[in-house]
């Protein structure tokens, strides 16, 4: 099946720092999801993006199909944007996440 | 996360009980998802379904976990007997609440968090 990789696995910054996270994936797909998981385990939709780029406020993510990969870029983070990031993609395979500290 | 309510949150049972879990999504989508989140990974998709079919369901251990949708809406997630290993995050996701172009734009409840004793 289709693997999923995240990287990096744990980031910690700074709060005001920027930030980028990566998926890369095994195999074409037509469906890419980028969550946050808060610490209450409430999986949280952040970008819906088999393609191109969208933005959110802070947030903002590129998926570049034919390369295989996703990047989520957070800006000017805040601690409220501490948690895991999933990437899932196909038929909603995961990766393994991004555990993401931002320290005030 | 509003339209997919699930039920119980948490629940406690000793090895070799049985369990059973509740999704109730909003209704108006097609397809339902149940995943099992062991702490420190990424979800893992257990089954699949398309209205009341099941698509996939080839990583559900079918000697111990059954599930099944009922009228294309609610559906229930079962575990007998309950293994150590089963202690984990039981998640239900649904598609279909999101307009075109975002069909396939999954959504998920807030779990229910299963420990065997």
């Known amino acids: 099946g289709i693997q999923v990789e995240q990287s990096p696995p744990d980031l910690i910054l700074q709060e005001g720092a920027n930030s980028t996270l990566r998926c890369n994936f095994s195999d074409s797909v037509n469906n890419l999801q980028w969550f946050h998981q808060n610490p209450w385990g409430q999986l949280i939709n952040l970008f819906y993006i088999p393609s191109g780029t969208k933005q959110n406020g802070r947030l903002s993510a590129t998926t570049v199909a034919t390369e295989r990969y996703s990047l989520l870029y957070i800006s000017s983070s805040q601690t409220t944007d501490s948690g895991v990031y999933f990437c899932?993609?196909?038929?909603?395979?995961f990766g393994a996440g991004t555990r993401l500290t931002v320290k005030p | 996360e509003a339209g997919v309510a699930q039920s119980p949150r948490y629940k406690i049972i000793e090895k070799r009980q049985s369990v059973a879990f509740w999704c109730n999504p909003i209704?108006?989508?097609?397809?339902l998802y149940w995943y099992q989140q062991i702490l420190g990974q990424g979800p893992k998709l257990l089954i699949q379904f398309q209205n009341n079919g099941v698509v996939d369901d080839s990583q559900l251990p079918k000697d111990r976990f059954s599930a099944e949708r009922l009228k294309g809406v609610d559906s229930t997630l079962k575990i007998q007997p309950a293994k150590l290993e089963d202690s984990a995050v039981y998640l239900c996701?649904?598609?279909?609440?999101?307009?075109?172009?975002?069909?396939?734009?999954?959504?998920f409840g807030p779990g229910t968090r299963l420990t065997v004793l």
């Open positions: 996701a649904v598609t279909g609440l999101a307009g075109p172009p975002s069909y396939n734009e999954q959504f």
């Open positions: 899932a993609v196909g038929a909603l395979r």
């Open positions: 209704s108006g989508h097609a397809t």
